[in-house]
């Protein structure tokens, strides 16, 4: 993609004319030829059904806008709708049924113009300008100027149109422009199954709309232009898609000078001209710039191949947790034989190579990155909103607390979206692989015989419609994202195969072609995957399980789908709760907003500490479960890595919606217990408790070598006194691990006890981690007796917005399981806020660092000068401490 020149304005989506020319007079000072306008403001939009117009007419000149309302462009009709307090919002309670479904009221009812008007500045000679849609859903017709500017109406939710509009112009005068907007069809029953009753497979857009087991139906199933929108002026020839291919042969290892890398750069052109045009295309990179000549008949169309280039000393781009993740910038231009510069384009990008290989002994497949074997650890993502508010600044959040947690990898789960160019670029920032699905999952596309969906199985199978358009969209896409460093593989399916002739053309042509560098795998649970100890492959399971299960029952080799609990501090679900509903859920198990929104049961686990006593209690006990679930799934995929597991994906990270399962962070950003649990369980160079058998193991997950270390094993009884300490000297070379011994219990220690596990270099602690264990199998209610204590807050401001915390337990008490937060002058959580620890446990005598970062909350980049950091934990009173 262009880079990109917009405005900021005080409300999404409104931007004045002037302003906008404002922008384009900045732009023009630039050395691009290349111009791009964001149209993101001052949109309206109407329901077709109340206008007697066409699209001829309202973009004439003489049409009238009454009662039009203002519109969220990116955007969808309901995202419109909200903003114009049309309809309740969806994500309380159970909002939701309020809002008219697309199936009950018909198709027109969510059948929307779109209206923009803008100038240019002045076009002059041979320049061109084009409009540029980055996602429509999902059938649109585009007038311009009393003119239609698509002769086929668009389909598809994931293809990108660019139109040449330079006939349609008013070169000097105000362009008015209509987009006809409607949604799918068919839009699918939501009232039953997995992606309702699976129409909405026919189409080639996201199937979660039609309703899952962990969101419910988004009535205008996102209909909307719901992606940027973009004018572009440029010269006679257009560049358009550079391909950034790298190759970096060998095994390579972080931290070390490189030898050299290669990179291939190919570019689309498109000459806009009925004359024949000459020039040179430009590459430059690192200050080296290759040009080539380049001669495009009228309207002719092609793909330049340049030579390799060679890289001295490259800076390699690493997964999260094996190495850094810098990016290069690369510069296209082409430009006539006058000299004048038709157009630029600038592309981001890392220098690595993937790779991969079938273990037989495992029966997994094992991903590499620059030769090294990384094991997975990362998670599944649905989308960041399910209105689809997409925005940079949450993507980045979003991300940061991905790469927090120290996962490696996220799945972008089927009957989602493709995700945008944004959450890539935070991905690339963080070292986040990525696993890209394609549109297609195994409940609606046909993989069970399922009875709450319309169409046969057989049928099912053939879906979607036009294969030929799902193709197209396909090839698309991948142009728009394959330069991503972080982009790791492309995938056929969510649990099923694409229809057979689909599957042919991505694996045999379309990603040896486009993408060869990448590896395509057929559908989520592929025996090309994993397959287990009796040949079967497959996903889950999706609840809570016994901690210690996890370390004695194998799972899939390598698992993309496996699962537990999400539940919000009591914070969060407010959020989500009426007040008149706020009590443990055990009572509202078959009704009301619990069930709407998908609440998981938590079975007899939170009991386990003592009964609940209110929501708050619940909320606090849960994260407690939470954490001990999440440590525990990651810790028993580490405890047979590489002899059992090449790796393992949550089920799920996160939620677009506010449903009260399978997630680490709530949908408004704050952190849960989960979180913390599976953080410490992922630290690439970690030492853990196996809870099958008590030993403690070290591993390493990195790709250099450890000497020389020391494992700490500590036993505290309930009140933090010291019982016993071993320390043992360790050495690892990569990708291993060893099993050290079991900790030292006192034989007539009862009940709750501490074991405290460190790694540490030259007093260093690299790793550290704390598990309270009971003789009483599954019963910490002990815990109870623990004595009120205070702590200490001090404070240490190290840049604006980032704060060091430093928590003193200068009591004679265990302080357990405390939790920081940031609340506004309201009292109000503050978000997005990054900690690098929470949930945290003090022995008397000892203390904390955290490191605290606000800046990137609203309240702080706004200025608020009142925020305060609250202290609270489960024998821990509230405190509050001005930052």
């Not at 109407?46 to 462009?73: H, L, P, Q, S, Y």
């Not at 650890?377 to 120290?406: C, F, P, Q, V």
């Not at 142009?479 to 057979?500: F, I, Q």
């Not at 006192?746 to 309270?772: A, C, H």
């Amino acid at each position: 993609m262009a880079t990109l020149i917009g405005c900021k304005s005080k409300s999404p989506g409104l931007e004045t004319a002037s302003l906008v020319l404002f922008c384009i007079m900045v732009c023009a000072t630039n050395a691009r030829a290349q111009r791009t306008i964001m149209l993101h403001s001052d949109w309206k939009a109407k329901r077709c059904c109340d206008i007697v117009a066409d699209g001829n007419e309202i973009t004439g000149g003489t049409f009238r806008f009454n009662g039009w309302m203002d519109a969220v462009v990116p955007g969808t009709i309901l995202t419109t709708l909200l903003h114009n307090n049309l309809i309740p919002d969806p994500f309380f309670a159970m909002n939701n049924n309020l809002i008219p479904d697309v199936f009950d009221t018909g198709r027109d009812y969510y059948t929307y113009w779109f209206y923009n008007a803008f100038t240019l500045p002045v076009i002059t000679g041979d320049q061109q300008v084009w409009l540029n849609f980055r996602g429509i859903n999902y059938f649109a017709d585009i007038f311009l100027n009393g003119r239609r500017v698509n002769t086929v109406t668009h389909q598809s939710m994931f293809l990108r149109e660019k139109y040449l509009i330079t006939p349609f112009l008013d070169k000097e005068g105000m362009n008015r422009l209509a987009v006809q907007v409607a949604p799918p069809d068919p839009v699918g029953n939501a009232m039953t199954g997995q992606g309702g009753d699976g129409m909405i497979g026919r189409n080639i857009t996201m199937q979660c709309t039609a309703g899952w087991d962990w969101i419910c139906p988004i009535r205008d199933r996102n209909t909307g232009i719901w992606d940027q929108v973009s004018i572009e002026i440029t010269g006679p020839v257009d560049i358009r898609n550079p391909y950034v291919e790298s190759r970096v042969p060998g095994l390579r290892t972080p931290g070390q000078k490189q030898a050299p890398a290669y990179v291939k750069v190919s570019v689309e052109l498109k000459n806009a001209t009925g004359t024949t045009v000459r020039g040179k295309i430009s590459v430059v990179l690192s200050g080296k710039e290759i040009l080539q000549d380049a001669t495009l008949t009228p309207y002719e169309e092609k793909i330049l191949f340049l030579p390799e280039i060679e890289i001295t000393s490259p800076r390699l781009w690493w997964p999260n947790g094996m190495g850094e993740q810098p990016l290069y910038s690369l510069d296209v231009g082409f430009r006539t034989m006058d000299g004048t510069l038709s157009d630029t384009e600038q592309v981001s990008f890392g220098i690595r190579e993937t790779g991969n290989y079938f273990d037989d002994n495992i029966k997994a497949r094992v991903f590499q990155i620059n030769g090294q074997k990384i094991f997975i650890k990362g998670g599944n993502w649905i989308a960041s909103d399910a209105l689809l508010r997409l925005t940079k600044e949450r993507y980045d959040a979003e991300i940061r607390m991905h790469a927090g947690m120290n996962m490696n990898m996220i799945r972008v789960w089927g009957g989602g979206i493709t995700e945008r160019p944004e959450f890539y670029e935070a991905c690339d920032r963080y070292g986040i692989l990525v696993w890209q699905d394609i549109w297609i999952s195994g409940d609606c596309n046909g993989e069970w015989n399922d009875p709450t969906k319309r169409e046969s199985q057989a049928r099912r199978k053939e879906y979607p419609d036009d294969h030929d358009l799902f193709l197209a969209s396909i090839v698309d896409q991948v142009k728009m994202l394959r330069n991503h460093p972080s982009l790791y593989l492309w995938c056929g399916g969510n649990e099923t195969y694409p229809p057979s002739d689909i599957n042919a053309d991505l694996e045999n042509d379309i990603f040896p072609h486009l993408d060869p560098k990448r590896y395509y795998l057929d559908k989520s649970t592929s025996p090309k995957l994993m397959t287990n100890s009796k040949g079967g492959t497959g996903d889950g399971p999706y609840g809570l399980q016994e901690p210690d299960k996890i370390f004695t029952e194998q799972s899939f080799p390598f698992n993309p789908e496996v699962g537990s609990i999400g539940i919000p501090n009591l914070e969060g679900l407010k959020k989500i709760i009426p007040a008149d509903e706020l009590q443990p859920p055990e009572s509202f198990m078959g009704s009301g907003s619990w069930r709407y929104h998908k609440y998981l049961p938590l079975a007899d686990f939170p009991q386990r500490y003592g009964d609940v006593k209110d929501i708050g209690d619940f909320c606090m006990k849960a994260q407690l479960v939470g954490y001990e679930q999440f440590r525990a799934l990651q810790e028993g995929f580490n405890y047979k890595m590489w002899e059992w597991y090449t790796g393992m994906l949550v089920w799920k990270n996160q939620n677009p919606w506010t449903a009260l399962r399978g997630f680490f962070y709530d949908y408004y950003l704050d952190y849960t217990g989960s979180y913390f649990g599976y953080q410490h369980g992922a630290v690439p160079l970690h030492i853990q408790l196996n809870l099958n058998d008590s030993v403690v193991c070290v591993m390493n997950q990195t790709a250099l070598a450890c000497k020389g270390i020391t494992a700490v094993i500590q036993v505290f009884d309930i009140h933090g006194r010291l019982l016993s300490e071993d320390l043992e000297s360790v050495s690892l070379e990569p990708h291993r691990y060893i099993l050290l011994s079991q900790p030292g219990f006192p034989r007539n220690q009862t009940g709750v006890s501490f074991l405290r596990l460190m790694l540490k270099d030259k007093g260093e602690i690299l790793d550290e981690n704390l598990y309270w264990l009971s003789d009483k199998p599954r019963n910490y209610e002990q815990l109870n007796d623990l004595a009120e204590t205070k702590i200490k807050v001090t404070l240490e401001r190290t840049t604006p917005g980032k704060t060091r915390v430093i928590l003193d337990n200068p009591g004679s008490e265990t302080a357990f399981f405390m939790r920081l937060k940031v609340l506004d002058s309201a009292l109000e959580l503050v978000l997005p806020v990054f900690f690098s620890d929470n949930y945290i446990s003090i022995f008397p005598g000892e203390s904390k660092t955290v490191e605290l970062d606000y800046a990137a909350s609203v309240q702080f980049t706004q200025g608020e000068k009142k925020m305060k950091l609250a202290v609270e934990g489960w024998n821990v009173p509230y405190q509050e401490t001005s930052l």
